[in-house]
């Protein structure tokens, strides 16, 4: 390898797929004496990677934890795995986990090759996720597309179709994204209106750049947060459930954990905290735990296990279906 940047990245690639190296495997993987892997190591060095040397006969190098995190090189099969992971993780219901899988999304799909996000694009679309989704799912590329005219400050468009079904075309300017129980949020300012708006992204469809940048206003409210808060009138989550279970902590959080608070009360005891938006998905996670469990609060989710408990009951029964 005679270009001395392409075998740097070249080595940087080796070194992130393997704990410990040789340094013999390393300058023979890479066609070059010790003496010449020695100057390119210290070329990653002077990158910013902490690369450490093992002295001795059976001495290498490996790739150690930093102060920071360094640029990384993916082969295409990792590329594609890191696309399609980060488009699930950004419909979690993980607090915090969501933005920050659509702010790395943003960065990755940005230096994507066309030939891989068409993988990518293939694998999620045979791809079915366990993860509790509210019915009204986000599309991963409008997602993305419009994460990416926030950063860029450049005014969008898109079709609309407003609660009482009445669908717009809208020129904006984006603002931020703000995900607020399982949904997501658009705050922009609306061009044709003259106003402030928010939008929820299952109701957007078709987002696209106009090329055209702005010059961001000041949103009339504390945080992004707030003012979708205070324009859809209601409170996310809408729920406060809190369940004594039967079983050790540690069990139930390796089961639910993503989705609740566990606390430990006693030996094989434990307290289940959640703030859904919609009772069916805690009553759903709730029955994988496998354990006796009692509802402490709201009453509405003792009434929806009630419910569920009769229509099983019935459909587990002997009878005949007609």
């Excluded at 594609?80 to 943003?106: C, D, I, K, N, P």
């Excluded at 996310?236 to 609740?260: L, S, Y």
Aim: net charge neutral; glycine share 8%.
């Amino acid at each position: 390898m005679a270009d001395t940047g392409n075998r740097t990245l070249r080595l940087l690639s080796l070194m992130q797929s393997r704990r410990n190296w040789a340094g013999a495997d390393l300058a023979r993987r890479l066609g070059v004496s010790v003496r010449t892997l020695r100057r390119d190591v210290e070329r990653l060095r002077d990158l910013g990677y902490p690369v450490e040397a093992q002295p001795g006969i059976d001495g290498g190098y490996r790739l150690a934890p930093g102060a920071s995190l360094p640029p990384l090189v993916l082969d295409d099969d990792e590329a594609v795995a890191l696309v399609v992971g980060l488009q699930a993780a950004a419909q979690t219901a993980v607090a915090g986990m969501a933005e920050a899988s659509v702010r790395a999304l943003t960065k990755v799909v940005q230096v994507l090759p066309v030939r891989l996000r068409k993988r990518a694009d293939a694998l999620r679309a045979v791809t079915v996720s366990a993860s509790w989704r509210s019915e009204a799912s986000v599309d991963p590329h409008a997602l993305t597309a419009v994460a990416q005219a926030c950063r860029d400050t450049e005014r969008l468009e898109f079709g609309y179709t407003a609660a009482t079904g009445e669908r717009t075309e809208r020129l904006v300017e984006p603002f931020r994204l703000v995900a607020l129980g399982r949904r997501w949020y658009l705050v922009a300012y609306d061009v044709s209106r003259g106003d402030w708006r928010s939008f929820r992204l299952d109701r957007l469809a078709e987002p696209r750049s106009t090329g055209a940048r702005f010059a961001p206003r000041p949103l009339p409210a504390d945080d992004p947060a707030a003012f979708v808060r205070a324009g859809i009138g209601t409170r996310v989550p809408t729920h406060d459930v809190e369940v004594v279970v039967q079983a050790p902590a540690d069990d139930v959080r390796r089961r639910i954990g993503q989705w609740a608070t566990v606390d430990e009360l006693a030996a094989g005891r434990c307290r289940v905290r959640m703030e859904p938006d919609d009772l069916s998905w805690p009553a759903l996670a709730l029955g994988m735990v496998g354990a006796e469990f009692t509802v402490v609060s709201p009453p509405e989710l003792r009434d929806l296990l009630e419910e569920w408990s009769g229509r099983f009951t019935r459909a587990g029964s002997d009878a005949q279906v007609g």
